[in-house]
């Protein structure tokens, strides 16, 4: 079992920028790959970033690309999203996902761990 909590949301305007960041408990964080996914109001849960268990692959969204890097910390179990240059379409519920076989997925069915969200607001 793995718990993860997110924190850093909040209301900022456009062209601003935040760090999210997800804390992990439980097992072993190292041996997970992790995941940022965004739910927009009337809108499916989609696929923002990932990064593997170790660290070193990474994969974005289209949309993110070049404005959001995503990084982890296995020394202090914790998975940060960076977003700079933000747009009013990035406003959504921000989970943080643990996928227990490692990798950088994209899809969500990889994640066996979820978190609550945390809410990101961009005003024009």
């Known amino acids: 079992q793995v718990q993860l909590a997110e924190s850093g949301g909040g209301l900022v305007q456009a062209g601003g920028s935040l760090r999210l960041s997800c804390a992990a408990s439980?097992?072993?964080?190292?041996?997970?790959?992790m995941g940022w996914f965004r739910q927009a109001p009337g809108k499916e849960r989609e696929f923002v970033a990932a990064?593997?268990?170790?660290?070193?692959?990474?994969s974005y969204k289209d949309s993110v690309k070049g404005r959001f890097a995503i990084s982890r910390d296995n020394a202090k179990n914790t998975v940060y999203l960076q977003m700079n240059s933000l747009k009013p379409e990035d406003t959504a519920v921000y989970y943080c996902?643990?996928?227990?076989?490692?990798?950088?997925?994209?899809?969500?069915?990889?994640?066996?761990?979820w978190g609550q969200g945390t809410q990101v607001t961009v005003s024009s």
């Open positions: 439980g097992r072993i964080f190292s041996n997970y790959g």
């Open positions: 990064i593997s268990s170790s660290g070193g692959t990474t």
């Open positions: 996902a643990a996928a227990p076989f490692g990798g950088a997925y994209g899809h969500w069915s990889n994640y066996a761990y």
